[in-house]
């Protein structure tokens, strides 16, 4: 299960928390229960997210010296900062994704999408196959942040190979071999990100000016580039698949008695990109009616609480609008909780309204394979043709 969060294991029967034994030997404590997750998320004084950033599968000497090779760092910053200096570097962020911003820019979204659909719609029509991932969800989350944050001067693919590289590299079951070449694709664009810190505009800027290291401004970059937009483009390949398979959502939403915020919601509710997240205990507690030593790792099962009886009817069905739908974890909980879960939602919702009549009449060439990862969903494609 701990690299595989989803799909059939996600639907087997589980305690409320199980101690699971990783690929190298290490105990986790899984929770699974929606209030003992919630509680995990939401105290961060007993429950700390500093090992958030720990390599699952530990860091040889060798991919060592080629991170060091690049001066590579991440120090706390967001989701592994526990100190003082969180709210601050939390409140910058967040000010750069507020939410009046995020919705300005669903209109030029809403246009982009549109004129994709238009292509992959021809495409289709002329009886050839299609990748969803590729040609519509891959990049956009990318594009909008571009808009919002003042971000290097990359190509996309560069960063989204350093992104996936990223995500792999410390919450992947690895060999040697596969660290020392992910090691150098990080490295690689840390670099790059390291030079735009020191110079950058925008929320770079802002950083520098309250004060915050290199270090920080890295750190923080860092982790916009990985979970401000990989994470949602993951998420809108998964719910795209997801539609194909549920005839009766795509038909309400055509008739307008089904909502696109609703349909976003139980997509999170169902088919987060994020399937767990990682804490250690800080001291010695109880979860439930069970001890947690201090120094366990605690892996708060998101995919699993979501699908937790006492939270919605009908936990392994797809019914958008469902009472209980949107108290999902998907987004975490607490001083944690993603600080850009408004534009991850408005992202969606485009997708959901103007790409969602692709799916009708096609059949699935080929599905999103996703590799194990403890955390992860990561789907490389989503084939389609028309019936």
């Known amino acids: 299960m701990l690299f595989r969060g989803w799909g059939e294991s996600v639907d087997e029967q589980w305690p409320d928390v199980a101690t699971v034994v990783d690929h190298v030997g290490v105990p986790h404590l899984v929770v699974t229960r929606h209030a003992l997750v919630r509680e995990v998320l939401t105290d961060p004084v007993t429950f700390r997210p500093d090992n958030a950033l720990d390599a699952v599968t530990p860091i040889p000497v060798a991919a060592l010296r080629v991170l060091a090779g690049h001066r590579f760092r991440l120090p706390p910053t967001l989701a592994n900062n526990g100190g003082a200096s969180h709210p601050e570097i939390r409140g910058i962020v967040a000010d750069a994704l507020h939410p009046h911003r995020v919705d300005a820019q669903r209109q030029w979204l809403t246009g982009l999408v549109r004129e994709r659909v238009a292509g992959l719609a021809a495409a289709l029509d002329a009886g050839r196959p299609v990748d969803l991932y590729a040609g519509l969800a891959a990049d956009l ?30 919450w992947a079951p690895l060999d040697a071999d596969r660290q020392l070449a992910l090691a150098a694709e990080v490295g ?3 670099t790059v990100l390291r030079e735009f810190a020191a110079t950058g505009g925008g929320l770079a800027a802002r950083l520098r000016e309250a004060g915050h290291s290199p270090d920080v401004v890295v750190g923080a970059l860092f982790f916009l580039l990985v979970a401000g937009q990989e994470t949602t483009s993951q998420f809108l ?11 009766a959502v795509r038909a309400g939403l055509r008739a ?22 990682r804490r250690v205990a800080a001291a010695d507690t109880t979860l439930g009616e069970v001890p947690v030593a201090a120094g366990t790792s605690v892996v708060a099962w998101l995919a699993r609480a979501g699908r937790d009886r006492a939270v919605v009817d009908a936990p392994g069905e797809f019914r958008p609008g469902q009472p209980g739908s949107r108290r999902h974890l998907a987004f975490g909980a607490g001083p944690h909780r993603c600080v850009g879960a408004q534009l991850a939602r408005m992202e969606a919702a485009v997708v959901v309204a103007e790409a969602t009549a692709l799916l009708d009449g096609v059949t699935v060439v080929r599905p999103p394979w996703c590799p194990d990862n403890l955390t992860f969903r990561m789907p490389d494609a989503f084939v389609v043709r028309r019936t």
């Open 256 to 277: 307008g008695t089904v909502d696109a915020d609703d349909v976003v919601e139980e997509g999170l509710r169902l088919e987060p990109p994020i399937v767990t997240w």
């Open 237 to 247: 390949t998964l719910l795209l698949h997801r539609l194909a398979n549920e005839p």
């Open 141 to 170: 989350p990318l594009l909008v942040l571009a808009r919002l944050v003042e971000l290097p001067d990359a190509p996309v693919g560069a960063v989204k190979d350093f992104a996936r590289a990223a995500l792999e590299l410390f």
């Open 188 to 190: 690689r664009f840390h």
